[in-house]
């Protein structure tokens, strides 16, 4: 049974960083990409980075949001700096079997299995 539970989530100050993790079970991440989406209030869901199951990613050291994964712990993070408060959210991890495959989508249409998501708070 695939699952996926975020965690790391909370209130945070402008300016400040936050990990994200997201606990897998019931696949390998070496088989499938995962993806980290965000959903405001009253906006869609969009997709703010990824890793593939080859451990690509399409933007590596780019912007202000980090994915890296670790195997033996079957877990995902999300590592975000220099927060701001537009990025107020909840934050999903979601999967998709692309085993592989370089690269790595951030559209939400691409994945199938997701979690509950956690909530992100930037204010002062």
């Known amino acids: 049974q695939v699952q996926l539970v975020e965690s790391g989530g909370g209130l945070v100050q402008p300016g400040g960083s936050l990990r994200l993790s997201c606990a897998v079970s019931?696949?390998?991440?070496?088989?499938?990409?995962i993806g980290w989406f965000r959903q405001a209030p009253g906006k869609e869901r969009e997709g703010v980075a990824c890793i593939s199951s080859r451990e690509g990613n399409p933007d590596p050291a780019k912007g202000r949001f980090t994915v890296s994964r670790d195997i033996a712990q079957n877990t995902v993070y999300l590592r975000m700096s220099r927060l701001k408060p537009e990025d107020t959210a909840v934050y999903y991890c979601?999967?998709?079997?692309?085993?592989?495959?370089?690269?790595?989508?951030?559209?939400?249409?691409?994945?199938?299995?997701w979690g509950q998501g956690t909530q992100v708070t930037v204010s002062s």
């Open positions: 019931g696949f390998s991440l070496e088989y499938y990409a």
């Open positions: 979601a999967a998709v079997f692309a085993f592989g495959q370089p690269l790595c989508s951030s559209a939400v249409s691409d994945y199938h299995y």
